[in-house]
């Protein structure tokens, strides 16, 4: 009998940091083609997408903006899947298809309802999908053309920049004519953020104290803050922005792996938001993938990608038995770019 590979929840994370020990990697008997209701198919995943947000997934909470995974059933995630079998005419074995919240499970049946078919595009690869493509970038695109509304000449302070949203805004900031400041962890990290064109970077780690590095490097101030850390980097901006200033809050990765809520990080300087008449928002990139804004993302990143024009660096982990250790790997620092776990 043919046999998969899948990953488990197995016991929620509550707080501090996910280990190993909370999840299983299991055999199971593959599904057949002879199970498939009508408008299903059978698709083996590809390539999967590994992202921090499935951190608050792993906690078990009631109230978040995206369901908790559930104990003892295969976490989920984007992935790219090739389609097996199928029972809908509207896909056919072979197709590339994408799946929003598919199963980390070498083989599985999906509904069709839920999986759109990947159309090919010159210069784009399937793992361009959980990529370069990848809901991370939508969610960079988002946050610095829509909510950002950048204008040519402002400054930009990016924060995370290395990783799979940061490295999308600086070079979306670029095309846009913004002068990029950007800060990552490590020196290898910042080199990386000056190639992709960076007007500034630096090293937050080594850079003693993070304000004064602002005022140093920044002293026209900052015009947009896009934050994917939160914490004290949330703090620091807000004490150096400008009038009329944006601060898109897309992460707080400062804060995920707090061991209780008396840990949280408290902003000291949300009076800015006031005095600087700061327009701060959050959002969740999950409300916006039907929005006409993914098509005018997919279609203005793949011409630059395939031009040449944007790089997009990954961290790609090989075999689904290892997706729980690329998942605690987001947040040690071991990886740079976008994770992407290949099948």
């Given at each position: 009998?043919?046999?998969?590979?899948?990953?488990?929840?197995?016991?929620?994370?509550?707080?501090?940091?996910?280990?190993?020990?909370?999840?299983?990697?299991?055999?199971?008997?593959?599904?057949?083609?002879?199970?498939?209701?009508?408008?299903?198919?059978?698709?083996?995943?590809?390539?999967?997408?590994?992202?921090?947000?499935?951190?608050?997934?792993?906690?078990?909470?009631?109230?978040?903006?995206?369901?908790?995974?559930?104990?003892?059933?295969?976490?989920?995630?984007?992935?790219?899947?090739?389609?097996?079998?199928?029972?809908?005419?509207?896909?056919?074995?072979?197709?590339?298809?994408?799946?929003?919240?598919?199963?980390?499970?070498?083989?599985?049946?999906?509904?069709?309802?839920?999986?759109?078919?990947?159309?090919?595009?010159?210069?784009?690869?399937?793992?361009?999908?959980?990529?370069?493509?990848?809901?991370?970038?939508?969610?960079?695109?988002?946050?610095?053309?829509?909510?950002?509304?950048?204008?040519?000449?402002?400054?930009?302070?990016?924060?995370?920049?290395?990783?799979?949203?940061?490295?999308?805004?600086?070079?979306?900031?670029?095309?846009?004519?913004?002068?990029?400041?950007?800060?990552?962890?490590?020196?290898?990290?910042?080199?990386?953020?000056?190639?992709?064109?960076?007007?500034?970077?630096?090293?937050?780690?080594?850079?003693?104290?993070?304000?004064?590095?602002?005022?140093?490097?920044?002293?026209?101030?900052?015009?947009?803050?896009?934050?994917n850390v939160g914490g004290p980097y949330l703090d620091a901006a807000l004490a150096h922005v400008n009038d009329h200033a944006r601060v898109i809050i897309c992460g707080a990765i400062t804060q995920y792996n707090i061991d209780s809520p008396d840990q949280a990080y408290a902003i000291k300087n949300i009076t800015a938001v006031l005095v600087r008449k700061v327009r701060m928002q959050g959002f969740i990139i999950l409300d916006h993938m039907?929005?006409?804004?993914?098509?005018?993302?997919?279609?203005?990143?793949?011409?630059?990608?395939?031009?040449?024009?944007?790089?997009?660096?990954?961290?790609?982990?090989?075999?689904?038995?290892?997706?729980?250790?690329?998942?605690?790997?987001?947040?040690?620092?071991?990886?740079?770019?976008?994770?992407?776990?290949?099948?």
């Amino acid at each position: 009998m043919t046999k998969i590979t899948r990953v488990l929840l197995k016991d929620y994370v509550t707080g501090g940091h996910a280990q190993l020990s909370d999840f299983v990697v299991e055999d199971a008997t593959a599904p057949a083609k002879d199970q498939l209701k009508d408008n299903q198919v059978l698709i083996r995943p590809v390539y999967f997408s590994v992202d921090p947000y499935q951190r608050g997934r792993l906690s078990g909470t009631k109230d978040s903006y995206v369901a908790s995974y559930e104990k003892g059933k295969p976490i989920t995630n984007f992935l790219v899947a090739e389609v097996v079998a199928s029972s809908s005419s509207s896909f056919k074995e072979g197709d590339l298809v994408m799946h929003n919240d598919g199963n980390w499970e070498s083989e599985y049946i999906a509904d069709a309802q839920n999986i759109h078919r990947i159309e090919p595009k010159q210069g784009v690869e399937p793992r361009d999908y959980v990529g370069v493509l990848s809901m991370p970038s939508y969610t960079a695109y988002y946050g610095t053309m829509v909510l950002g509304e950048p204008k040519r000449g402002e400054t930009i302070l990016v924060s995370s920049a290395s990783g799979a949203v940061g490295q999308m805004v600086v070079q979306l900031a670029k095309a846009a004519g913004l002068h990029v400041v950007a800060f990552a962890g490590s020196d290898e990290k910042v080199e990386h953020v000056k190639k992709l064109g960076a007007d500034v970077a630096f090293n937050y780690k080594t850079c003693g104290d993070f304000l004064a590095t602002l005022k140093k490097l920044v002293p026209q101030r900052i015009d947009i803050y896009y934050d994917n850390v939160g914490g004290p980097y949330l703090d620091a901006a807000l004490a150096h922005v400008n009038d009329h200033a944006r601060v898109i809050i897309c992460g707080a990765i400062t804060q995920y792996n707090i061991d209780s809520p008396d840990q949280a990080y408290a902003i000291k300087n949300i009076t800015a938001v006031l005095v600087r008449k700061v327009r701060m928002q959050g959002f969740i990139i999950l409300d916006h993938m039907d929005s006409h804004h993914h098509a005018e993302f997919v279609d203005y990143v793949s011409k630059l990608y395939a031009q040449g024009k944007i790089q997009y660096k990954t961290y790609e982990v090989d075999g689904l038995q290892n997706g729980p250790q690329a998942i605690l790997d987001l947040f040690s620092g071991k990886n740079v770019g976008k994770t992407i776990l290949k099948a």
